[in-house]
């Protein structure tokens, strides 16, 4: 099983977006330059994340985003389902198996997708934004912010 670059995009914003210690929202574009990342495909990540209740955007001059809920309480197993969804790990339609049907493999494959869900919800944001994750970025963070106040 691969994560789509969706879902490691909305992983990573949401990494970024739990060690924010400014008063001020964050932006897709601050992101987007961090990650380099495509700012469009941003745009529909918060989306999607904002529609999963993780993060809420605020519009405006000082707009931005933030954390819907604290790190400790958003679940990488949610987080992975709702961003991937629930697709089948195997297509038995395209190309058409031959077993039409009379397999078990496909049953197989959803009982470990769950697991794995499962397995993951054993984890929060809060458990993968810490130690050199977090070292990584604060001085991302302090790094932009210094590229907006330059020392004279």
């Known amino acids: 099983m691969q ?3 969706f879902t490691d995009f909305g992983l990573r914003m949401l990494m970024y977006l739990s060690k924010n210690d400014r ?26 994340l904002g529609k999963l209740g993780l993060v809420k955007a605020m519009r405006g001059r000082n707009g931005g ?10 679940r990488l197993g949610d987080v992975l389902r709702g961003l991937e969804g629930d ?16 397999c078990l493999l496909t049953g197989a494959l959803s009982t470990g997708l769950s697991a ?18 977090e070292t990584a970025i604060v001085t991302m963070h302090r790094n932009y912010m210094a590229t ?3 020392a004279h």
């Not at 697709?87 to 009379?102: I, K, R, S, T, Y």
């Open 3 to 5: 994560l789509t670059r």
């Open 23 to 48: 008063t001020t929202p964050i932006t897709i574009a601050e992101i987007a330059g961090q990650f380099e990342v495509p700012h469009n495909h941003l745009i529909k990540v918060a989306n999607r």
């Open 148 to 150: 907006l106040n330059p």
């Open 65 to 74: 985003l933030v954390l819907a809920m604290p790190a400790e309480s958003i």
């Open 87 to 102: 697709p089948p790990l195997v297509n038995c339609d395209d190309p058409p198996c031959a077993l039409g049907g009379n």
């Open 116 to 133: 794995f869900y499962e397995r993951m919800n054993r984890y929060s944001l809060a458990d993968v934004s810490t130690g050199r994750t």
